[in-house]
């Protein structure tokens, strides 16, 4: 049974602001309960990236060659993105709820989801640690509609990200993709808020309600005096990080797992036939972006590698929205985190339809 202290409760009359560490008591695991399933991935990972290292593969087979190395090349790939996402973690616990809500502004409304997606468009972090990012904001009382609209704008929009795509494939497309993941993030996110209103969908039970005289101001005030800047708080910062990020590393952690037994045992070849610019090359897309777990950092490169070897800007797209419309480790984390399948579900039923439009879209302009 769930501890009492993180189920929703009644709205007070006055507004109660949550203490930063105050869901220390709601641990992503039961004290005593082992996670099976953080244990199992991380030990894998971590025996097949110390292999790459230690055995001599002249003798072995070569899936163990080809796990071993993609195992190197994720890890390497995405472990700042997650030290990061852990920092602004951390730093998200102990930033005050009401300041956190005052900046995203009101759920459910327009410049709320607004505010979210420029959020997710400027956030400079890799896809996983904006979904470390986006998994803390929703325990911090975003709205269901705000979360999604942060996570839908944010896979690869990244400032040093955006700029590699200019160069691969020129200027107006990288344009067009930023502007058409904008408006999937603002539509999809309002038709999460409106499903939350009208009670197709849970409601976030760590919302709360600014006060009309609420003063951002003194709270930065206050943050500041208290902040201190040594190796031991960002030490601090990053283990609370990390401990508070524990369901979304358990599924990176899997994904890692997953995506070398795809590179191991299936033919490349596979996927680069299927990735013409039709509506079969647009869903064997979508199910090669599902499988694969890739980072935002090699996803922009395979999506600009389908941009210009296939001939298909929707597929580049849709490769670069499915790391947030259809992965698994995205999915898991949302249930995780908000304790339903219909708010993790709702995702890919929100956005895919869009991203499959946007998709054939571009690719008829592009053909």
Same mark, same amino acid.
């Given at each position: 049974?769930?501890?009492?202290?993180?189920?929703?409760?009644?709205?007070?009359?006055?507004?109660?602001?949550?203490?930063?560490?105050?869901?220390?008591?709601?641990?992503?695991?039961?004290?005593?309960?082992?996670? /099976?399933?953080?244990?199992?991935?991380?030990?894998?990972?971590?025996?097949?990236?110390?292999?790459?290292?230690?055995?001599?593969?002249?003798?072995?087979?070569? /899936?163990?060659?080809?796990?071993?190395?993609?195992?190197?090349?994720?890890?390497?790939?995405? /472990?700042?993105?997650?030290?990061?996402?852990?920092?602004?973690?951390?730093?998200?616990?102990?930033?005050?709820?009401?300041?956190?809500?005052?900046?995203?502004?009101?759920?459910?409304?327009?410049?709320?989801?607004?505010?979210?997606?420029?959020?997710?468009?400027?956030?400079?972090?890799?896809?996983?640690? @904006?979904?470390?990012?986006?998994?803390?904001?929703?325990?911090?009382?975003?709205?269901?509609?705000?979360?999604?609209?942060?996570?839908?704008?944010?896979?690869?929009?990244?400032?040093?990200?955006?700029?590699?795509?200019?160069?691969?494939?020129?200027?107006?497309?990288?344009?067009?993709? @930023?502007?058409?993941?904008?408006?999937?993030?603002?539509?999809?996110?309002?038709?999460?808020?409106?499903?939350?209103?009208?009670?197709?969908?849970?409601?976030?039970?760590?919302?709360?309600?600014?006060?009309?005289?609420?003063?951002?101001?003194?709270?930065?005030?206050?943050?500041?005096?208290?902040?201190?800047?040594?190796?031991?708080?960002?030490?601090?910062?990053?283990?609370?990080?990390?401990?508070?990020?524990?369901?979304?590393?358990?599924?990176?952690?899997?994904?890692?797992?997953?995506?070398?037994?795809?590179?191991?045992?299936?033919?490349?070849?596979?996927?680069?036939?299927?990735?013409?610019?039709?509506?079969?090359?647009?869903?064997?897309?979508?199910?090669?972006?599902?499988?694969?777990?890739?980072?935002?950092?090699?996803?922009?490169?395979?999506?600009?590698?389908?941009?210009?070897?296939?001939?298909?800007?929707?597929?580049?797209?849709?490769?670069?929205?499915?790391?947030?419309?259809?992965?698994?480790?995205?999915?898991?984390?949302?249930?995780?985190?908000?304790?339903?399948?219909?708010?993790?579900?709702?995702?890919?039923?929100?956005?895919?339809?869009?991203?499959?439009?946007?998709?054939?879209?571009?690719?008829?302009?592009?053909?």
């Amino acid at each position: 049974m769930a501890d009492p202290c993180c189920s929703p409760k009644k709205e007070a009359a006055e507004p109660q602001m949550v203490e930063p560490h105050a869901s220390a008591c709601c641990a992503d695991e039961p004290h005593g309960r082992i996670d /099976w399933l953080l244990w199992i991935s991380l030990s894998l990972v971590a025996v097949l990236y110390a292999s790459y290292w230690v055995l001599d593969f002249a003798g072995l087979p070569e /899936w163990l060659h080809h796990m071993s190395g993609g195992v190197v090349e994720l890890v390497h790939t995405m /472990w700042w993105g997650v030290a990061a996402g852990a920092l602004f973690v951390g730093l998200l616990a102990r930033i005050p709820q009401g300041l956190v809500i005052s900046v995203l502004g009101r759920g459910g409304s327009v410049r709320g989801l607004v505010r979210a997606t420029l959020a997710g468009l400027f956030f400079d972090l890799c896809s996983h640690g @904006i979904l470390m990012v986006g998994m803390q904001l929703y325990k911090r009382g975003a709205s269901l509609g705000q979360v999604m609209a942060f996570l839908i704008a944010s896979p690869w929009n990244s400032l040093s990200l955006t700029v590699i795509l200019i160069a691969l494939i020129g200027l107006h497309w990288t344009l067009l993709f @930023i502007l058409c993941s904008a408006l999937i993030a603002l539509l999809a996110g309002y038709l999460a808020d409106r499903m939350v209103a009208a009670g197709r969908l849970p409601a976030n039970p760590n919302e709360v309600h600014l006060p009309d005289d609420y003063d951002w101001r003194g709270e930065v005030a206050e943050l500041w005096e208290r902040s201190e800047l040594t190796p031991n708080s960002v030490v601090g910062l990053l283990w609370e990080g990390i401990r508070g990020s524990q369901m979304v590393v358990r599924w990176l952690l899997v994904g890692i797992v997953l995506a070398v037994l795809v590179r191991a045992f299936v033919d490349p070849a596979l996927f680069q036939q299927w990735f013409g610019p039709s509506l079969l090359g647009l869903g064997a897309t979508l199910v090669a972006a599902t499988v694969l777990e890739v980072c935002s950092e090699g996803a922009t490169p395979l999506a600009a590698d389908i941009f210009s070897r296939a001939a298909a800007p929707g597929n580049a797209f849709a490769f670069l929205m499915a790391g947030v419309s259809t992965d698994y480790t995205e999915l898991m984390s949302i249930k995780d985190t908000s304790g339903s399948w219909r708010i993790a579900l709702a995702l890919p039923l929100l956005t895919l339809p869009q991203v499959i439009v946007a998709g054939l879209l571009m690719n008829g302009f592009g053909t």
